[in-house]
DNA sequence: AAAGGGTCATTCAAGTTTCAACTAACTCCG
DNA sequence: CGGAGTTAGTTGAAACTTGAATGACCCTTT
């Protein structure tokens, strides 16, 4: 911001978040392209396919996923019906909740998700992890942990202002 | 990851990766949240409106635009068009290039942004930047600062690797 | 001055995400 | 039991995004 409107953060704040931003906006967009490309899966099924794996009995309920994955639950949805499409997962209905459903990944699902892990994980390297020194990372580990831990939910706490009579 | 898959980053690797997604997840997504709640706008039209606001002449080529704020211009031209219809923005035609067309900031949008700014700030302090040391800060800036540098576009350099004879 | 090859922006069609119902099933309590 | 209130998950339509195709224009070359 030039002096066209009210002051906003130091200088140096402001290059700071200037950067932040400019990685929010073009890390995942180029991780997406490179899973696309290499093994036509998206962001999104590549997260999926890795919550149902490190889960327990490798089947979650799709309520579970979708908190894991930070989405809608309709939107998780829509998500899994294209991935059941493509033969990647399938839906199995809970014996103790017939309102329920496991999300569960088919072989073809774990085939997908081992070929594309090292990939993958390659790109986090060559795009962050590598650019970064030790020192560093372990300071944006340290810094962005307590910034996710206040984005976070937060059980109760913030949800009754203390102006409120709860 | 457990075992069920290829190693992977090490430990702390990992751990420093978790953080940096669980941010990109939900910063922007809290951000946008209360820039909506407070001001009816969109991240994306607070940026484009910033970007204009930003420009010498408050006006700005659309294909920069879309540059400057990393999207399609396919995508620009709907939430230009978009904007537009709420009044924020226009459209005036270049004199000098007949295909071309600069967004400016309607009377509307310069209010918009102005009562906007200092809630987004504040924001983004409250999320962010207050939530960092001094120090990480810092760190985080320049770590992020070659992440993002190797992120972009890359003018020339890696076009023409080595092998080629260019 | 006409051809060829680019660029700027919009449009189209296909896909994805959101929002607001909606159904079905569970829980609790009188 | 039986009905109110919740919760799990789905649905369909509207809003948004994307990439390719298009149209209009600019620039160089011959």
Redesign the interface.
């Known amino acids: 911001?030039?002096d066209?409107?009210?002051r906003?953060?130091s200088d140096?704040?402001q290059?700071?978040?200037r950067?932040?931003i400019?990685?929010?906006?073009?890390?995942?967009?180029?991780l997406e392209r490179e899973l696309q490309r290499t093994h036509g899966l998206s962001l999104h099924d590549y997260q999926i396919l890795?919550q149902i794996?490190?889960h327990p009995r490798q089947e979650v309920r799709l309520s579970d996923l979708a908190e894991a994955t930070?989405q809608s639950k309709s939107r998780l949805s829509h998500q899994m019906t294209r991935m059941e499409n493509a033969g990647l997962v399938a839906r199995r209905n809970c014996p103790t909740d017939r309102r329920g459903a496991y999300a569960v990944l088919t072989e073809e699902g774990w085939d997908a998700?081992?070929a594309a892990?090292?990939t993958h994980?390659e790109s986090?390297?060559e795009?962050?992890?590598d650019?970064?020194?030790p020192?560093?990372?372990?300071?944006?580990?340290?810094?962005?942990?307590?910034?996710?831990a206040?984005?976070?939910p937060a059980a109760r706490a913030t949800v009754c202002p203390s102006t409120e009579e709860c």
């Open positions: 911001m030039t066209a409107e009210p906003w953060l140096e704040d290059h700071v978040w950067q932040i400019a990685v929010i906006n073009m890390l995942p967009a180029r890795v794996s490190e930070q998700l081992r892990a090292p994980v986090v390297r795009h962050l992890m650019v970064m020194t020192a560093q990372k372990q300071v944006v580990g340290e810094a962005f942990g307590a910034v996710a206040k984005l976070r």
